[in-house]
């Protein structure tokens, strides 16, 4: 009989029994007993945990061996094959490879913290960061023992290939609110403020604060916050960077959009029929983006009275789960979006249509964003399971999956910023990543 003839059958996946467990080393199934006053340490949860962690340490371990190499499937023919029927430029076809093979490349290692309080110096967990536009400065939150939230800004400036030392101030005086979404925000000079949404009591908090409150200098010289006002439950925020809606931001809460001028103080409230969890202002138009908790993602032109209805909305979309993150491209005809379900789509919004998946996102209910670097062509996400994954904008694979250096929990999901340039203009490439009290760089060298 020919090859042909012989039919090969894969194993069947171990089914779940209840009351017993599948361990794959063993190859047999185990039954979950009760122990003392019927507490039983090995649990589902605990299995999985346990299955997580073993893969974390075996991929930080391949990690550290990692040599310099170019991604399988990396197909480089097709690519030269694109250029040549000039369909690729030449810089383009130089950049994907070698943006891919550095990826691949990247190297974690840790940074030293300094403060002028040194008591307060690496000893709350980081909960946030986000970057200024030049990646000069980061400024954080960070989780206090008390409930509340520290924030503070990192100064990148001491950031190099040699130097892995960098300054963070602290103000001390903001320590009791929770905070669900920061924005950079440039009121007087390029990001010379912060917009904070967070939760003071109830019900919440939207605070606009002067980045010079997070400075070296004389704190007697220091302004005091912009502006500061009671709102209910704030998801998200955003500021609008177009003349047209000069002095604005957005603060995306429940079931409602709140758009407010900052210096006149006039407010427009926009109704929705969910939850607006993720915003951003196009910069060529006052056009603001919002995504939702029912899946709906839409715009909004602030130039407009609002009107009773939904007939102030302009744009669509719609996934199957909550909108957690969005971001517009620097050209203005797409938009990424990821959800829940660990969805991440590229939308083109002249025809409304999903272009692009970018598989391998993992959400089940957090609010986690989005970082896209046209410059580089990638796109980093950081997953509830604490990997962060780095993809190719250009043909949305996955790249490259960076287990956490810390164990994987609800409360050490890793916050990143990647940048052509860490430091401001002449700064290095790379990743940061903050968890738990440590910040890490993972660079190209």
């Not at 040599?67 to 810089?91: D, H, I, M």
Request: glycine share 6%; aromatic share 8%; proline share 5%.
């Amino acid at each position: 009989s020919s090859p042909s003839d012989f039919v090969t059958f894969s194993p069947p996946s171990p089914q779940e029994l209840p009351g017993f467990y599948y361990d794959s080393e063993k190859n047999r199934y185990f039954r979950l007993l009760p122990g003392h006053n019927n507490y039983n340490p090995l649990t589902k949860e605990s299995i999985q945990y346990k299955a997580m962690e073993c893969k974390r340490l075996r991929l930080l371990e391949e990690e550290e061996k990692q040599k310099k190499k170019t991604r399988a499937g990396l197909n480089s023919s097709v690519l030269l094959q694109k250029r040549q029927l000039g369909l690729l430029s030449s810089t383009s076809y130089c950049r994907y490879n070698f943006h891919e093979l550095k990826v691949n490349c990247l190297q974690r290692r840790k940074i030293e913290i300094h403060s002028p309080d040194s008591s307060v110096a690496g000893t709350n967990n980081f909960k946030i960061i986000v970057a200024d536009v030049a990646c000069e400065r980061i400024f954080t939150v960070n989780d206090v023992e008390h409930g509340g939230c520290k924030y503070g800004i990192i100064n990148l400036s001491g950031l190099g290939k040699e130097s892995l030392t960098v300054e963070m101030y602290d103000n001390l005086y903001f320590t009791n609110r929770k905070v669900n979404s920061v924005c950079w925000a440039s009121l007087t000079h390029p990001d010379s403020h912060l917009c904070l949404m967070g939760i003071a009591e109830t019900p919440g908090c939207a605070s606009l604060l002067p980045a010079s409150l997070f400075s070296s200098t004389n704190p007697g010289d220091r302004p005091g916050m912009l502006c500061s006002f009671k709102i209910s439950t704030a998801w998200s925020c955003a500021w609008c960077l177009n003349p047209q809606a000069d002095n604005c931001f957005s603060t995306g809460l429940t079931r409602r959009v709140l758009v407010t001028n900052v210096v006149t103080g006039h407010r427009q409230t926009f109704g929705t029929s969910s939850d607006v969890l993720a915003q951003q202002f196009a910069r060529q138009t006052p056009v603001l983006y919002n995504g939702c908790r029912s899946g709906e993602i839409f715009s909004i032109d602030v130039r407009q009275r609002n009107r009773k209805g939904q007939s102030w909305k302009a744009i669509r979309l719609f996934h199957g789960s909550a909108v957690t993150s969005i971001h517009l491209m620097e050209a203005e005809h797409y938009l990424m979006a990821a959800d829940m379900a660990g969805k991440i789509k590229l939308w083109d919004l002249r025809t409304t249509q999903c272009v692009k998946q970018y598989q391998g996102h993992h959400n089940e209910y957090a609010i986690l964003p989005l970082h896209v670097n046209e410059e580089e062509g990638l796109l980093t996400a950081v997953g509830q399971d604490c990997y962060t994954r780095i993809w190719s904008l250009q043909d949305a694979h996955l790249l490259r999956t960076i287990p956490s250096p810390h164990p994987s929990s609800k409360d050490a999901i890793p916050s990143v910023v990647f940048s052509s340039r860490l430091g401001g203009h002449r700064g290095v490439p790379g990743l940061l990543m903050a968890v738990k009290q440590d910040l890490y760089h993972f660079s190209y060298i």
